[in-house]
């Protein structure tokens, strides 16, 4: 399973952006760049994904490096609902293995 | 919208006991995955199912099984319960053929064993 890379902890006031970077430098060709959150006590939640191009959704936007080795989930205002631990997690397109392999994930906090 | 319904929510065994954690995926979902975490860890992948067969195995132990059944529910079956068991223990599910495969996870089986 391709690794992934993130910092272990990051800080952001209410309302502001915040920028979580994902290393993934073994990435391969195929491989797609997930996202999901886990909030305090509660199940991991999905939050975008993409290949090559950027992508934005309601909850937040991915901005991935022209040679794919790293990416980064942006929240343009982050509200304190944000404050979860965040995950980076490659994944094998379509028909391949399903499974999401959780790293360490960045916890984090934001401050009212 | 339905989601992931876990059952039990919260359960407490013996060691040696057995334990029968259930899930009901979302309607029309016809994949799903088992994932554990200890405490403070992270979700680690056990099995997954798809179509009632399996489809993919992790770091499940011997002692532990599982199966999807004809309605696409599934139960994970876990035996010689082992104070190292104690976990949550979350059941996702996703629409294999969706081109986004997102997995929705359910709020998961808090497993305490004493």
Redesign the interface.
């Known amino acids: 399973d391709a690794k992934t890379t993130q910092p272990n902890s990051m800080e952001s006031n209410e309302e502001e952006p915040v920028h979580l970077p994902c290393n993934h430098s073994t990435i391969s060709g195929t491989d797609y760049i997930h996202w999901y959150r886990q909030l305090p006590s509660q199940g991991p939640e999905y939050v975008i994904h993409g290949l090559t191009s950027n992508v934005n959704n309601r909850m937040a936007s991915l901005a991935i490096a022209e040679d794919r080795k790293s990416s980064t989930l942006i929240l343009h205002r982050a509200t304190l609902r944000d404050a979860a631990v965040y995950y980076c997690i490659l994944r094998a397109p379509p028909g391949g293995s399903e499974k999401l392999v959780f790293g360490k994930g960045t916890k984090l906090t934001v401050n009212p | 919208a339905a989601g ?1 319904i876990q059952s039990p929510r919260h359960l407490i065994k013996e060691k040696r006991e057995t334990a029968t954690l259930k899930c009901y995926p979302i309607p029309r979902h016809d ?1 799903v ?1 088992w ?1 554990q975490q200890g405490p403070g860890q ?4 056990l099995i ?1 199912f798809y179509e009632k067969m399996q ?2 195995k ?1 770091s499940i132990p011997d002692r532990f099984s599982a199966q999807q059944f004809s309605d696409y529910h599934s139960e994970l079956n876990m035996s010689s319960l082992e104070l190292g068991d104690s976990a949550l223990y ?1 059941c ?1 599910s ?1 629409f ?2 969706s ?10 089986t808090r497993l305490s064993v004493l």
């Open positions: 992931v994949t995955y994932y992270d979700p680690q992948f997954s489809s993919d992790g979350f996702a996703s294999q053929n081109a986004k495969n997102i997995q929705y996870f359910g709020a998961g």
